[in-house]
């Protein structure tokens, strides 16, 4: 694996290099290591062979190792902001490498080829890093970066933890100096491209490692996190990872004290360089060796001498195109754009330890002709662009081409002047697809009710459709006969000319849409979508609707007006007012001013600055609060682990207020989040797993949970009586993988369902459905109790839940309650302004947002968490993609090109213009 930490202090830095990097193991006291220098930069300044502390402490302070003259432009250590002191400037970046523990052990214990093989890996991976080196252009009003594909590096191989274990590692120490061949001058590095190429760099390591350890005649165990050398006992590896195990313990106790946590692995970072152990005197390797030796048991010994090979072994070969394929399922399943250097890690880590190289797995990919963005190494596939392509040109080719759909129709009394306005719009429509935009909260689903009302009225046959069974659920108590599009797509039967409504479209992806949009052609039908592209997108790749408003040239019926946040829900003047205040944050937050939506709520007092040890503790109590006031109350989080933890505070804040009945420990599943890929891939399927099938396969039936015992090359083996059956990768669509957890459940208890099933009774379960546990039955089974206060029974097999008292914004969405808590983990990733959006306009009558930091959350929540759509690849060319040959659809592709370049320009005269106001 590959770690990166950042030194900032001239000061700490001098005394690394002095103390731990030069100055050997933790066993030698007196010994040196020699570092070697590494890159091109390094060959630039002459910086070959050994590495010298001179040199070394010269590039610290930004010069010249010989000359001692300046190497950039910023010297500044430090920089004053009002009364604080900041770091000004990076020293280097230390790119720690090391391999997994089983090889740590036998390398250093009796195997010294691996730690050649070690070092040799540790290159590649430098090597492919260095490439990815840019430099800030800051000349003639730019403000890019640009390639410079040089480093100076610094290495240092290391062998021991600081519990004088064996962990062979190497300390790629990277100086914050690049040379710029355009300018031709030193630079300070920007390492943001390095850093992207992180887990390619990881995955280029383990395999070239892998590798040569095939050639020398080892076995290796592969699994979704690495490997492990096949036949190294798991006591051996555990015994010599008494500092992971020290650092593991620490991160747990800091992390229930509430520590402040953006990255999980920062917080490790931190916990173990804050406890450093000094070095002990008058050891050696040799006595090292035998100190380890003498930790492990006659059969562990055995073990590890049973590894012993003086023959070569033969590398595994692998069909390096079917591990591409593999790749490019993983990633485009949920993305319609992706880096190079992530499909790479991608099939590096499917063949891992094959035999191959990355010259040959890049000739690979080059022949699988993906369609690049000039100037970036971003991709798609010609399948993904094919699909946006296909539903753009459908909605463009489609304009005005058909008959009115209800233009007589008289809308109801009931509705707003808009959504009377918007009705009409979408019952004149001549168009094939119809859009139909609402913000949260906006009551899209009543003017769909009376859309309903208008085609019926003109004997048109109607379908309506949604993405989610919760969301089919909410519209049918809206009086609309709906159905999944998932389940309409399996039979895709149609009545002719009829008109298919769909609801949320927002969350489609481009091949569900297209297949929809093939099927509603082919029965001359007519196609009206309804979504808010502003709010979470889809799941899968392509977020489709996105694409049709970008480059199909359609104009939307749209209403505007926010029905959610009624000031008629006060009870008085000042709760009136609240929510009006309340609705006017949400409006902005809709309309793209999310910094002023961040304010409104601020000056609300809706946000409230708590710190990282108290923020769970503060939402439970006022979840609890809010019980006792017989409100429905949401808590939305960033991450599915904010979630859990936020979920078990709850819990036990509601069980110690009495508020839960008594508990019963049961057997539950958790879904493990697996791509179909990930799914027909056996190094992601761990001891201890079930499966719960949603479709029947042989004896096992929908429905059912049965225990995952092993893999084999082509598929999975269950148990179900004590007899087991393997069934082939191929049908691993028809079940969920989860994992088996103890879950204390109490009368009174909040589940969300993660499945989609019935109930004894014969009622629907629904994936994401929020239900309140009423009773526990002697067999295990649970009443519970749903919208409508209808009661319906869980199974002892239908135990696939997590707690519900928070969830995620995604999992949010579409849902209405009383009131919304917000907790801000400080995960930066995942906060953005369609989270904001989402996350804020929930709520009925209120929302607080918990922060340790208002300020930072304020600037975060402005980023955009749009995905890339393959259309929007600026070097797209949509003629160049074999979607059709027709005549007609190269014309069509060349106006989606059109429009794209109409809307460069556009947003180039808009950004001129600000220069100019400026």
Same mark, same amino acid.
């Given at each position: 694996?590959?770690?990166?930490?950042?030194?900032?202090?001239?000061?700490?830095?001098?005394?690394?290099?002095?103390?731990?990097?030069?100055?050997?193991?933790?066993?030698?006291?007196?010994?040196?290591?020699?570092?070697?220098?590494?890159?091109?930069?390094?060959?630039?300044?002459?910086?070959?062979?050994?590495?010298?502390?001179?040199?070394?402490?010269?590039?610290?302070? !930004?010069?010249?190792?010989?000359?001692?003259?300046?190497?950039?432009?910023?010297?500044?250590?430090?920089?004053?902001?009002?009364?604080?002191?900041?770091?000004?400037?990076?020293?280097?970046?230390?790119?720690?490498?090391?391999?997994?523990?089983?090889?740590?052990?036998?390398?250093?214990?009796?195997?010294?080829?691996?730690?050649?093989?070690?070092?040799?890996?540790?290159?590649?991976?430098?090597?492919?890093?260095?490439?990815?080196?840019?430099?800030?252009?800051?000349?003639?009003?730019?403000?890019?970066?640009?390639?410079?594909?040089?480093?100076?590096?610094?290495?240092?191989?290391?062998?021991?933890?600081?519990?004088?274990?064996?962990?062979?590692?190497?300390?790629?120490?990277?100086?914050?100096?690049?040379?710029?061949?355009?300018?031709?001058?030193?630079?300070?590095?920007?390492?943001?491209?390095?850093?992207?190429?992180?887990?390619?760099?990881?995955?280029?390591?383990?395999?070239?490692?892998?590798?040569?350890?095939?050639?020398?005649?080892?076995?290796?165990?592969?699994?979704?996190?690495?490997?492990?050398?096949?036949?190294?006992?798991?006591?051996?590896?555990?015994?010599?990872?008494?500092?992971?195990?020290?650092?593991?313990?620490?991160?747990?106790?800091?992390?229930?004290?509430?520590?402040?946590?953006?990255?999980?692995?920062?917080?490790?970072?931190?916990?173990?360089?804050?406890?450093?152990?000094?070095?002990?005197?008058?050891?050696?390797?040799?006595?090292?060796?035998?100190?380890?030796? $003498?930790?492990?048991?006659?059969?562990?010994?055995?073990?590890?001498?049973?590894?012993?090979?003086?023959?070569? !072994?033969?590398?595994?070969?692998?069909?390096?195109?079917?591990?591409?394929?593999?790749?490019?399922?993983?990633?485009?399943?949920?993305?319609?754009?992706?880096?190079?250097?992530?499909?790479?890690?991608?099939?590096?880590?499917?063949?891992?330890?094959?035999?191959?190289?990355?010259?040959?797995?890049?000739?690979?990919?080059?022949?699988?002709?993906?369609?690049?963005?000039?100037?970036?190494?971003?991709?798609?596939?010609?399948?993904?662009?094919?699909?946006?392509?296909?539903?753009?040109?459908?909605?463009?080719?489609?304009?005005?081409?058909?008959?009115?759909?209800?233009?007589?129709?008289?809308?109801?009394?009931?509705?707003?002047?808009?959504?009377?306005?918007?009705?009409?719009?979408?019952?004149?429509?001549?168009?094939?697809?119809?859009?139909?935009?609402?913000?949260?909260? #906006?009551?899209?689903?009543?003017?769909?009710?009376?859309?309903?009302?208008?085609?019926?009225?003109?004997?048109?046959?109607?379908?309506?459709?949604?993405?989610?069974?919760?969301?089919?659920?909410?519209?049918?108590?809206?009086?609309?006969?709906?159905?999944?599009?998932?389940?309409?797509?399996?039979?895709?039967?149609?009545?002719?000319?009829?008109?298919?409504?769909?609801?949320?479209?927002?969350?489609?992806?481009?091949?569900?849409?297209?297949?929809?949009?093939?099927?509603?052609?082919?029965?001359?039908?007519?196609?009206?979508?309804?979504?808010?592209?502003?709010?979470?997108?889809?799941?899968?790749?392509?977020?489709?609707?996105r694409a049709i408003e970008k480059h199909a040239g359609l104009k939307p019926a749209v209403i505007h007006a926010i029905r959610r946040q009624d000031p008629k829900l006060g009870e008085t003047i000042e709760q009136r007012t609240f929510i009006r205040d309340y609705r006017n944050a949400v409006k902005l937050a809709a309309d793209g001013k999310i910094a002023d939506s961040f304010d409104a709520l601020d000056r609300l007092g809706c946000v409230r600055e708590v710190s990282d040890d108290s923020r769970r503790e503060v939402i439970a109590s006022e979840y609890v609060a809010s019980v006792g006031r017989k409100e429905r109350t949401l808590v939305v989080a960033q991450t599915r682990e904010e979630v859990r933890q936020i979920n078990e505070a709850?819990?036990?804040?509601?069980?110690?207020?009495?508020?839960?009945?008594?508990?019963?420990?049961?057997?539950?599943?958790?879904?493990?989040?697996?791509?179909?890929?990930?799914?027909?891939?056996?190094?992601?399927?761990?001891?201890?797993?079930?499966?719960?099938?949603?479709?029947?396969?042989?004896?096992?039936?929908?429905?059912?949970?049965?225990?995952?015992?092993?893999?084999?090359?082509?598929?999975?083996?269950?148990?179900?009586?004590?007899?087991?059956?393997?069934?082939?990768?191929?049908?691993?669509?028809?079940?969920?993988?989860?994992?088996?957890?103890?879950?204390?459940?109490?009368?009174?208890?909040?589940?969300?369902?993660?499945?989609?099933?019935?109930?004894?009774?014969?009622?629907?379960?629904?994936?994401?459905?929020?239900?309140?546990?009423?009773?526990?039955?002697?067999? !295990?089974?649970?009443?519970?109790?749903?919208?409508?206060?209808?009661?319906?029974?869980?199974?002892?097999?239908?135990?696939?839940?997590?707690?519900?008292?928070?969830?995620?914004?995604?999992?949010?969405?579409?849902?209405?309650?009383?009131?919304?808590?917000?907790?801000?983990?400080?995960?930066?990733?995942?906060?953005?302004?369609?989270?904001?959006?989402?996350?804020?306009?929930?709520?009925?009558?209120?929302?607080?947002?918990?922060?340790?930091?208002?300020?930072?959350?304020?600037?975060?929540? $402005?980023?955009?968490?749009?995905?890339?759509?393959?259309?929007?690849?600026?070097? #797209?060319?949509?003629?160049?993609?074999?979607?059709?040959?027709?005549?007609?659809?190269?014309?069509?592709?060349?106006?989606?090109?059109?429009?794209?370049?109409?809307?460069?320009?556009?947003?180039? #005269? $808009?950004?001129?213009?600000?220069?100019?106001?400026?």
């Amino acid at each position: 694996m590959i770690q990166t930490k950042v030194q900032f202090n001239l000061k700490n830095a001098q005394q690394y290099f002095r103390e731990h990097l030069g100055a050997g193991d933790y066993y030698s006291e007196g010994q040196k290591v020699t570092g070697e220098w590494l890159g091109n930069g390094a060959e630039k300044l002459g910086l070959k062979g050994a590495v010298g502390e001179d040199a070394f402490l010269a590039l610290c302070e !930004g010069q010249h190792p010989e000359t001692k003259l300046r190497l950039g432009q910023r010297l500044n250590s430090v920089r004053q902001e009002g009364d604080e002191v900041k770091a000004n400037r990076r020293i280097f970046f230390d790119f720690t490498i090391a391999p997994p523990k089983s090889v740590s052990v036998v390398a250093l214990y009796q195997d010294e080829r691996i730690v050649g093989l070690h070092e040799c890996a540790v290159r590649a991976a430098m090597h492919e890093l260095e490439k990815r080196a840019e430099a800030r252009i800051r000349k003639s009003g730019q403000n890019s970066e640009r390639i410079t594909g040089d480093v100076v590096t610094a290495c240092f191989r290391h062998e021991t933890s600081r519990e004088l274990d064996p962990h062979l590692h190497t300390h790629c120490v990277v100086f914050n100096q690049t040379f710029d061949p355009v300018e031709n001058c030193w630079k300070a590095l920007h390492a943001a491209g390095m850093y992207r190429a992180h887990r390619f760099a990881t995955n280029l390591y383990r395999h070239e490692l892998c590798k040569g350890l095939r050639a020398l005649g080892y076995e290796i165990e592969n699994h979704a996190r690495g490997f492990e050398i096949k036949g190294v006992p798991q006591s051996v590896i555990e015994r010599f990872s008494k500092r992971h195990q020290q650092i593991d313990q620490e991160t747990r106790e800091r992390l229930a004290k509430g520590e402040k946590v953006e990255n999980l692995n920062d917080l490790r970072e931190r916990v173990a360089h804050g406890n450093r152990r000094r070095k002990l005197k008058n050891s050696s390797a040799d006595r090292l060796r035998e100190t380890w030796g $003498q930790q492990m048991q006659p059969d562990e010994l055995s073990a590890l001498h049973a590894l012993k090979s003086t023959r070569s !072994g033969v590398a595994q070969k692998v069909d390096v195109a079917g591990m591409v394929v593999w790749a490019e399922q993983h990633l485009f399943e949920r993305r319609a754009v992706v880096h190079d250097h992530e499909l790479m890690a991608a099939a590096l880590e499917r063949g891992r330890g094959a035999d191959f190289d990355l010259g040959t797995l890049r000739a690979v990919i080059d022949q699988r002709g993906y369609v690049r963005e000039k100037g970036t190494d971003k991709l798609t596939s010609r399948e993904t662009l094919g699909w946006e392509l296909e539903v753009v040109m459908a909605a463009r080719e489609g304009r005005n081409q058909h008959t009115a759909l209800s233009p007589h129709h008289e809308t109801s009394v009931d509705l707003s002047a808009e959504q009377k306005v918007a009705v009409e719009r979408i019952l004149r429509s001549r168009d094939l697809i119809t859009l139909f935009r609402g913000g949260a909260g #906006t009551g899209k689903s009543f003017a769909l009710k009376e859309v309903e009302r208008g085609l019926v009225a003109a004997a048109r046959p109607v379908i309506v459709l949604a993405p989610q069974r919760q969301q089919v659920q909410d519209l049918q108590a809206d009086g609309l006969s709906a159905d999944t599009l998932a389940n309409f797509l399996q039979q895709k039967q149609l009545p002719r000319e009829a008109v298919v409504m769909v609801d949320e479209a927002g969350q489609i992806g481009a091949r569900q849409l297209g297949e929809l949009v093939r099927v509603v052609k082919a029965q001359r039908g007519r196609l009206i979508l309804s979504g808010d592209t502003r709010q979470h997108g889809s799941v899968a790749a392509s977020d489709a609707l996105r694409a049709i408003e970008k480059h199909a040239g359609l104009k939307p019926a749209v209403i505007h007006a926010i029905r959610r946040q009624d000031p008629k829900l006060g009870e008085t003047i000042e709760q009136r007012t609240f929510i009006r205040d309340y609705r006017n944050a949400v409006k902005l937050a809709a309309d793209g001013k999310i910094a002023d939506s961040f304010d409104a709520l601020d000056r609300l007092g809706c946000v409230r600055e708590v710190s990282d040890d108290s923020r769970r503790e503060v939402i439970a109590s006022e979840y609890v609060a809010s019980v006792g006031r017989k409100e429905r109350t949401l808590v939305v989080a960033q991450t599915r682990e904010e979630v859990r933890q936020i979920n078990e505070a709850i819990h036990d804040k509601l069980r110690d207020s009495g508020a839960l009945g008594e508990s019963s420990v049961l057997k539950t599943y958790q879904p493990v989040d697996l791509d179909e890929a990930q799914k027909r891939d056996a190094r992601f399927y761990q001891e201890g797993q079930s499966a719960y099938f949603i479709r029947g396969y042989g004896r096992f039936a929908r429905g059912g949970i049965y225990s995952i015992v092993g893999t084999t090359e082509k598929g999975v083996i269950f148990e179900k009586d004590g007899v087991r059956s393997a069934m082939s990768f191929r049908y691993a669509d028809r079940f969920i993988v989860a994992a088996e957890k103890e879950t204390a459940i109490g009368v009174g208890e909040r589940l969300q369902l993660k499945f989609n099933g019935k109930s004894r009774e014969g009622q629907r379960f629904n994936n994401g459905e929020l239900v309140t546990v009423r009773e526990i039955s002697v067999d !295990g089974s649970l009443v519970v109790e749903g919208g409508k206060a209808v009661r319906k029974t869980l199974s002892p097999t239908q135990r696939l839940f997590t707690r519900g008292y928070a969830v995620t914004s995604y999992g949010s969405q579409g849902k209405t309650v009383d009131s919304v808590l917000l907790a801000d983990a400080a995960n930066r990733a995942a906060t953005n302004a369609q989270q904001w959006y989402v996350s804020i306009s929930r709520g009925r009558k209120r929302v607080t947002v918990f922060t340790a930091d208002k300020e930072e959350l304020r600037a975060h929540v $402005q980023q955009c968490g749009e995905r890339d759509l393959a259309l929007d690849l600026a070097s #797209t060319d949509a003629t160049s993609v074999d979607v059709k040959q027709s005549a007609r659809a190269r014309q069509s592709m060349s106006a989606v090109e059109h429009v794209r370049r109409h809307q460069a320009a556009m947003r180039a #005269t $808009q950004n001129n213009h600000q220069h100019i106001h400026l």
